[in-house]
């Protein structure tokens, strides 16, 4: 029996990505029909109010290249605040609190060359075809940790790389490929600009997907876990874990690569999807917020150490932190306690916590690729379609690591399946 027509195209996945396409497909006319397994909306970007503030718990921090989320927040009428956040403390692996810079001039000498180094290899790196930059094969040979041991980057000023590439890819150098680090680099306009959070949303970065799922005329159904994708006569059909079906001339699938894997596809995705989906290693990280209750006595912004490598203020009493790699598993407890450590504080105060790797339908936070993964499964990234499935996702995006890769890849999602549409 041939499915009945639910909506001119179906979003699965209501994060940032599949919400902008949502929303590019109903502003070109299009009726759509979101399906998100989780009980909320908003994917990585995951929000909760502490003390009457909001904490990020999931994607955060907005450059000042990133235009894309910067015009749709002014469009949706959200507020952003300058994030203020420098680094004068640092945690060395014995636990002690100490002012940068406190590294010995000669280290200093060694670590602003490697910094300079990376910077200037990033130049060689186009962020919209990594791959095929001139040095693109080679850098995708080697972690970032190697390249550096390469350079003489050892003791204290490897751990200090440690922490500033850990905190980006989510993973340890010795297992992220250098290329990713110089696509990230160079995609974000130089090391400086990459290193600088610019902004954030006053509101919490999940009030970007609340706002544009409260925009959309469309139905966004919750804990509606997609199970199945099967294709023919025109039309996509998808089944929920509960049995429901729906169907539409096409569907953008918004989620995260590894969860693309557990669909069951008819017919299959090519071998290189599957390897893709399959294959490439994803980041590990878990986040922390706090409430000070004497803000006067707010901790400084804390780099380095362990199991949370940064932590900072964020706005009024809310004190954050961040762990990656295998403490990203510590769980609340032991993150949270570290935190009061760093706040010096008697008691345990209130905190909300998420393990990413854990978070069910995400399961990772970004793609994390080790040495050698971009070279044989990134080739797949470039291929956005399967036949009426249309790939979106901050994966499929310049910046994948980002929420402006999410806006990225929702656009051009909305606009490719709007021409398809339009065609007939
Ligand atoms: C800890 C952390 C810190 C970060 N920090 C920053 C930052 O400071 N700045 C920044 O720009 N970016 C940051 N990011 C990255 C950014 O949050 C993400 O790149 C972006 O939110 C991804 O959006 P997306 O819509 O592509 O995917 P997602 O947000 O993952 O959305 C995909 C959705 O699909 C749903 N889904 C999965 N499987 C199914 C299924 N079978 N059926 C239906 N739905 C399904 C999921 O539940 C999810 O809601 C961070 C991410 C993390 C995890």
Known sequence: MRPERSADAIVIGAGVSGLVAARGLELAGWKCLVLEARNEVGGRTLSRRLDNKSADLGGEFINSGHRRTLVLVSELGLRIAKAKIIWPQWRDRRGRLRKLPDLAPGDVIRVGRALWRLDKLAKKVDPFRPLTSPIGAWADERSVGGWLRERGVRGLDYEFFKVLIGAFATAPAEKISLLQVLWWIAAEGGLGRALRQKYFLEQGAQALSKSLADGLAGNVILSAPVRSVSQANGLVSVRMACGQTYAAPWMISAIPLNQLAKLECDPPLEPEQIALCVGLSYGRAAKVATVIDDESSMPSPTFGGSPLALAWPRCGSIFCGFAFGEDASAGVSVLADDLRFLADLKRQPKS??????????????????????LSRLGPALSTLSHGRVYFAGAERSSRPWSIEGAVESGERAASNVDAMLSKG
Do not use: D, K, M, S
């Open 352 to 373: 909300v916590h998420v393990g990413w790797e854990r978070e069910p339908f995400i399961q990772g936070t970004y793609p994390a690729p080790e040495p050698g993964q």
